[in-house]
């Protein structure tokens, strides 16, 4: 699919509009702000899948009852050291970083410490805990699963069994954190979204056929797409492909076991018996305070090897080696600056949605053709 024009929104235009969206929708004006803040995060950083994008979805898990405002997280077992915590379904952009500051609090007692989540609605983009711990002077590790979101095959096989299933490993250091954070499917459900919304193509062979044909068109997760503004990949007869051959498959393998197996928030596969009726994340979060570990140096010794890195020669004439985290802080600095691309698609939905709870929408520059 081509893709289409873009037009480029105020980030606090954006802002204020989807706060006002799920504010408009039942939730307290903090919660709304919050969220929005999240959403915006993820295009801030050049994660379009995980930003503003999402916000018909949202809303219509929260009228469906899928997702509940207001939630806060219940402990389920606890040690000094580690914790089970539910999310009641309540909202990930809420839940996701009281779970992320318990395990702060713990691993800064402690030295080290272990929190999983679960049954909490969609975490968004998994690289702001890994900043939240950095942020607090703590390594961390994310391992994350869809309970009940099965889109992708495993290698070798073309029937859907795990979810996207993204890791993130955060470091701090004195000139900011290294954040390493990706999906374990050749690229995240999102950007099948957005591609599907005429934003950037995803790559010839991220998605499967039932027959086993590889494939870059959203219509094989979607079903069809035209005319429609929110996706159901209930709908589509295909799946979604692991990156990386037998690896990502085995990466994504152990995500469902430790988010979902250990947390008991569940695997992306059916529960015995019954039937699912709606999503969640689970993650399971290890937090690691350098210090506690005798590396007293631990910050300046990962710049000092990030900078080692970058300093190879580069592959190609004009290239440039980058490092995790680089990508996203270049984008966050253009984007602040430029606004937010989005596609008209991806625009007009959010429109429609607002339109639903009784808003006006604000007026945006027109696509840059
Ligand atoms: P991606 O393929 O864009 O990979 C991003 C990672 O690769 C980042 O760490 C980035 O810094 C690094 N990177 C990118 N280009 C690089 C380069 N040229 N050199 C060196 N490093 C580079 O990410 P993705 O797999 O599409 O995932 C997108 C987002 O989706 C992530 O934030 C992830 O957390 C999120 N996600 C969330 C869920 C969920 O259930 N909540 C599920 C899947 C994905």
């Known amino acids: 699919m081509a893709e289409l024009p873009t037009t480029s929104v105020p980030v606090d235009i954006l ?26 995060s993820a295009n801030l950083t050049g ?30 077992h606890e040690t000094p050291t580690h914790a089970i ?8 952009q809420t839940i996701a970083p009281r779970a992320v500051d318990l395990g702060i609090a713990k691993a800064r007692a402690n030295g080290l410490s272990v929190v999983g989540l679960r049954r909490t609605g969609h975490i968004g983009r998994i690289g702001d805990w890994g900043e939240r711990a950095a942020a607090a002077g703590l390594i961390s590790l994310h391992f994350v699963n869809v309970a009940g979101g099965e889109l992708v095959a495993p290698f070798g096989g073309v029937d859907r069994r795990f979810s996207t299933n993204p890791i993130c490993i955060g470091v701090p250091t004195k000139q900011g954190p290294i954040i390493l954070d990706f999906a ?18 995803v790559p010839h062979g991220a998605l499967i056929e039932p027959d086993g044909r590889l494939t870059a068109d959203p219509r094989t997760l979607y079903g069809p797409i035209e005319g429609t503004h929110v996706r159901d990949s209930a709908q589509g007869t295909g799946a979604m492909r692991t990156f990386g051959e037998h ?16 947390t008991e928030g569940g695997t992306s596969g059916p529960i015995p018996g019954g039937k699912r009726t709606r999503i969640a994340n689970g993650m399971l979060s290890i937090y690691l305070a350098p210090g506690s570990f005798g590396a007293a140096r631990f910050e300046d010794a990962a710049r000092e090897y990030a900078d080692y890195v970058k300093a190879s020669r580069p592959a190609g004439t004009g290239g440039e080696v ?7 802080n270049r984008n966050r600095v253009e984007r602040l600056a430029k606004g937010i691309p989005l596609q008209p698609e991806t625009w007009a939905a959010i429109c429609a949605t607002a339109r639903g709870l009784g808003l006006t929408p604000p007026t945006v520059p027109t696509p840059n053709v």
């Not at 408009?24 to 915006?40: F, K, N, W």
């Not at 930003?51 to 405002?69: D, F, N």
Request: proline share 4%; aromatic share 8%.
């Open 15 to 40: 802002r204020g509009f989807v706060a006002d969206i799920f504010t408009a929708a039942g939730c307290a004006r903090e919660e709304g702000a919050q969220i929005s803040r999240y959403l915006l």
């Open 322 to 328: 980058l490092i995790p985290g680089e990508p996203e």
């Open 85 to 92: 915590v539910d999310g009641n379904w309540g909202f990930g």
């Open 47 to 76: 994660h379009d899948s995980h930003g503003v994008i999402r916000t018909p979805r949202y809303v219509q898990w929260l009228q469906e009852g899928k997702v509940v405002a207001g939630q806060d997280i219940t402990i389920v």
């Open 247 to 262: 690896k990502g498959s085995g990466l994504a393998f152990m995500c469902e076991m430790l988010a979902g197996c250990l």
């Open 184 to 201: 374990t499917s050749l690229v995240a459900e999102g950007k099948v979204l957005v591609a599907s919304n005429g934003g950037k193509p």
